[in-house]
């Protein structure tokens, strides 16, 4: 074996190792980011999401914001959760407003017309993103920063960085390794 088939061996050795070292451990985020990210993309189709319901949509004028935060934190006091809201989506043309709230997975669909409660949903698919992201610990740990998020994003990303890389060298390598033997025969 002539030095440059040696090279090239040695390299594919060294990247075969690189590959194998930085998948093992990183399989477990790999899996699950392949998952939630599988889950988030057929959200609609598995109805992970709560479906909009329809606003009584009379010809009676918009109730206000301020009166829909009141509806929801009322409600929601009602069933003994925390009542932070962490949004509101506000949609007049539909006549809908989505309440969601920070402590909880809950969405409460209030009508803009009448203030009526019409739905009281879990958000799965905000679960699911969360731990796709790895905000989850965060929110688990009721972490104001992004910390554990920031370190899991990283973390998977540089490894599939990695992988995607060394991966590509590991089936290139044979390949050159072939055409050069067969260049000096």
Known sequence: MNQKTRTLAKQARVFRKIHKY???????????????????????????????????????????????AKNAIKHIDSLKLNNTINRIDYRPSKGIAKVRFENHFTE??????????????????????????????????????????LLYSTLASLGLILLAFSGFIVWLRPKQIKRHKRKIH
């Open 22 to 68: 930085v998948a093992v451990p990183l399989m477990l985020f790999m899996l699950i980011l392949g998952i939630t990210g599988l889950l988030l993309a057929w959200k609609s189709e598995l109805r992970l999401t709560p479906t909009s319901q329809q606003a009584s949509i009379e010809k009676k004028s918009l109730i206000t914001i301020e009166q829909i």
């Open 108 to 149: 409460l669909q209030i009508d803009c017309y009448t203030g009526k409660i019409i739905s009281t949903k879990q958000r799965t698919s905000d679960i699911i993103e969360m731990i796709h992201d790895g905000s989850i610990i965060d929110y688990l740990f009721k972490s104001k920063s992004e910390n554990a998020k």
